[in-house]
């Protein structure tokens, strides 16, 4: 079942996770996007998921991880592409798109943003 969204978090807030996606067939932000975090455990390489969050009109969506949650390790994020094209009538040659990265510092901000159109994303450690 998806966590709750935490309510009054700011971005700027140290040690948390956040992303933002930006549709860049039209240079707006992709609303209404969903977004799940999972950790990879690694005594059994299995994917644990963390939460689910929805982004808003902005393209963002409230931060994963709050201070002091994060742990090192392996991460990644997965945004509902294809659910997303559809919904503004276009199909998408990528269903969804994962990105896993690495958290070393737990206390770090990290900010993974990603830029999408229907046939090509990118992604890049933000701030």
């Not at 002091?68 to 009538?89: H, I, Q």
């Amino acid at each position: 079942a998806p966590l709750p969204q935490a309510e009054g978090m700011a971005e700027t807030e140290s040690g948390s996770l956040t992303t933002h996606v930006l549709n860049t067939a039209t240079g707006l932000p992709a609303a209404r996007l969903a977004v799940r975090l999972a950790r990879l455990q690694e005594r059994e390489p299995q994917w644990t998921e963390l939460g689910q969050r929805w982004t808003d009109e902005d393209g963002r969506c409230p931060p994963f991880l709050a201070p002091g949650e994060a742990k090192a390790g392996t991460y990644k994020l997965r945004f509902e592409t294809a659910a997303y094209w559809e919904s503004l009538g276009h199909t998408s040659f990528y269903p969804f798109v994962e990105v896993v990265f690495t958290i070393a510092d737990p206390a770090q901000k990290l900010h993974v943003p990603l830029l999408i159109s229907p046939y090509s994303y990118t992604t890049y450690r933000g701030s």
